[in-house]
């Protein structure tokens, strides 16, 4: 589970922090307008594997996609 809460948005990339597990322990995704993408730009110290920042990416790379894009979002997966 990851929460990601959207923290920047300008013209030029949207900014969130990831949650791991919902724990104090956090990430941060940019996405970049100009490259039309999502990169991680501090992995979270609980993710030692990148699997929670890479669920986040994708998940990030959707909403911008589908021009949807939450304040709050709880990412749940099984």
């Not at 030029?12 to 995704?29: C, K």
């Not at 990148?50 to 990030?60: L, M, P, S």
Request: hydrophobic residues 35%.
């Amino acid at each position: 589970m990851n929460e990601l809460v959207l923290i920047e948005m300008n013209e030029n990339r949207i900014v969130y922090l990831y949650h791991p597990n919902g724990e104090d322990a956090f990430g941060e995704i940019e996405y970049l307008f100009s490259k039309k993408q999502a990169r991680v730009t501090k992995k979270a110290d609980n993710d030692e594997t990148g699997y929670f920042a890479h669920k986040a990416t994708r998940k990030i790379e959707e909403c911008v996609g589908k021009n949807n894009l939450p304040l709050k979002y709880t990412q749940a997966w099984y």
